[in-house]
C-alpha cells in the first residue's frame, strides 16, 4: 500500500503534469488516467491546461484627448506548453505577474494612444439618450457634445484586439496562449466626473427650459385664437341684433 501510495497519481481531465527528476523535466503526462512515478526521487508537477482568469487592477490612464480615466481589464489564458512554463515560470501564482507585466503596460499603450472615445465606443451610431430636436436653437444648444459627433475611426473592438495581437506573441515564450482579452470597464476619475455631471444637468436643464418655453408658447397661441374666435362671435352676434 505504502509502495503505491508512493509511486501512483491520477491526472484529472482539466490537469497536465510534468514529471521531474531531480529538477529536471523527464516527461509530461497530457491525457487523463492513473499513472505512475519513481518514488522519492520523481515529482508529479500539476497545471492546469484549462482556461485561467486575469483581472488587472484599475488604473488611471489619459487618453490622447488627455482625459484621465479608470481602466479596467480582464483576460482569459492557459497553458499549452508546460514543460516550458515550468522552466520559465514555474507555478500558477507566478504566472499572474507575468501578466501583470505584460498586459498592463500594453492596454496603457493603447489607451494612451487613441481618444477616450474610441475606448467607448465601436461605432459612428447615433445615439438615443437625447431628443432628437431638429430646430437652429437646440443644434446650437447641444454642439458642446463631443461624444455625439466625433467620429470614430478605431473603436473598443479593435483597441480590444490591438491588446491581444501585442500581449500574445510575448505571453508565448512562457508556455502561455493568451486567449482573450477586454476593457471591462471605462470611467471618468472623480474630478473629470463631477464636470461631467454637472455638464449633463446643464443638458437637462436646457432640454427643459425649451419645453417650458414652447408650452409657453403653445398656451399663448391657444389664447390667441380664444380671443380671436371670441371677437368673431362678438361681432357676429352684433350684426344679428342690429339687422
Do not use: C
Not at 461605432?123 to 458642446?144: A, I, P, V
Amino acid at each position: 500500500v505504502l509502495i503505491v501510495f508512493v509511486t501512483a497519481y491520477t491526472v484529472d481531465e482539466t490537469e497536465q503534469v510534468v514529471i521531474t527528476r531531480f529538477d529536471k523535466v523527464q516527461r509530461t503526462v497530457l491525457t487523463p488516467g492513473l499513472r505512475f512515478k519513481l518514488p522519492v526521487i520523481e515529482k508529479a508537477l500539476v497545471f492546469p491546461n484549462n482556461l485561467q482568469e486575469w483581472d488587472g487592477d484599475p488604473g488611471q490612464i489619459p487618453t490622447k484627448d488627455k482625459t484621465y480615466i479608470w481602466v479596467n481589464t480582464f483576460a482569459r489564458w492557459k497553458i499549452v506548453d508546460p514543460v516550458l512554463f515550468f522552466k520559465t515560470v514555474g507555478y500558477v501564482n507566478r504566472a499572474q505577474q507575468r501578466l501583470d507585466e505584460i498586459i498592463d503596460p500594453t492596454v496603457r499603450n493603447f489607451v494612451t494612444s487613441n481618444r477616450l472615445i474610441e475606448a467607448v465606443r465601436n461605432s459612428n451610431r447615433e445615439l438615443d439618450t437625447f431628443e432628437d430636436l431638429g430646430d437652429e436653437t437646440n443644434q446650437e444648444t447641444h454642439t458642446d457634445r463631443p461624444a455625439r459627433f466625433d467620429q470614430v475611426y478605431v473603436g473598443r473592438d479593435k483597441i480590444d484586439t490591438g491588446i491581444l495581437e501585442q500581449a500574445k506573441p510575448k505571453l508565448s515564450n512562457f508556455g502561455i496562449e493568451l486567449v482573450d482579452v477586454k476593457i471591462k470597464r471605462v470611467n471618468y476619475v472623480e474630478e473629470v466626473r463631477t464636470s461631467v455631471y454637472e455638464r449633463m444637468i446643464a443638458e437637462r436643464k436646457q432640454i427643459a427650459q425649451k419645453f417650458r418655453s414652447e408650452g409657453k408658447g403653445e398656451a399663448q397661441k391657444i389664447l390667441g385664437e380664444k380671443e380671436r374666435e371670441l371677437k368673431r362671435i362678438e361681432s357676429e352676434a352684433y350684426r344679428t341684433a342690429q339687422e
